[in-house]
């Protein structure tokens, strides 16, 4: 074996110690002490590497920074997952051993949209690549980018399961039998029974206040009659004696009494006039009330 060739494997052993490194330090929460070999290095990858379609995956980014030469607070970190769907927050962790720092950025996402579905059972999924900036403490950045590797997204259903014949679709179309809390004749019954007590209910009100409206008139006819009688006894008592007069002016005030108070206290206070009630005021008072007491 040449010296050429224990180079390149000697080159080779590194590269993928590195590299095991890399993902150690990005699972673990302790990492131990690694130099950087430059500023600002990349890495992505998938946890697992394959999936099913709707499985979860755990997306993650690890960063290593040199701190002698960046300034790690102000890292940003654009990682687009699409068409993957995100599942929960993405979780961030930094971790120092030395001058190196060690950003991990986690996602945990899911591939069930269209684009994740494969018409030949498997899917190679490749995502945008990831970019990382960072300032260095020269007043310049520094710029990284890392590549994802490749998803395989296998389909829960295959071309033979979807192959077979259509189906035989079995239905009752039979409305079912209708249930009733109160059976329809007996409501209707009873409807009928509740619309009778209701008219014979209008019946009776109507009719009692027919009553009561003819009894009012009748009150009101009675006591105008009465009222009529007293004004002509008052006429017929004029050319009698004083005690006469007396009487029929009482008979007014008394009947007047809840018709007009004014001419009823007029009448009392005539009728008990001394030393005797005068022909004359008692004719004037007579055709007042004739005039002006309600009928």
Known sequence: MGALTRIGLAALV????????????????????LAATAPLVVHAGFDPPT??????????????????????????????????????????????RGNVSV??????????????????????????????????????????????????VHGRVNAA????????????????????RIAPSTLAALLDALAVLLVLSGVAVAAYEARRFAQ????????GGELERALRLAREAESRPPPDRRRALGLLARLLGSRDGRLAAAASELAWAKPQPEREAMSGLVAEIEHEAPS
């Open 216 to 223: 009012r008139r009748r009150g009101r006819v009675t006591e």
């Open 51 to 96: 999936v099913t379609f709707g499985d979860r995956v755990v997306a993650r980014v690890v960063v290593l920074l040199d701190s002698a030469a960046v300034r790690p607070a102000t890292l940003k970190l654009t990682a687009d997952i699409a068409p993957l769907t995100q599942l929960a927050a993405p979780r961030t962790t930094r971790t120092t």
């Open 161 to 180: 399961d979807v192959a077979g014949t259509r189906p035989p679709w079995r239905g009752d179309a039979t409305p079912p039998v209708a249930t009733y």
């Open 103 to 152: 950003v991990t950025y986690e996602v945990p996402a899911a591939c069930m949209t269209d684009g994740c579905i494969a018409s030949a059972g498997d899917l190679p999924l490749r995502l945008p690549r990831v970019i990382a900036a960072v300032a260095t403490r020269s007043g310049g950045a520094a710029r990284a980018t890392a590549t994802w590797p490749v998803l395989h």
């Open 14 to 33: 590194v590269a993928a110690a590195a590299v095991a490194a890399v993902l150690l330090l990005g699972r673990s929460e302790s990492p131990p002490a």
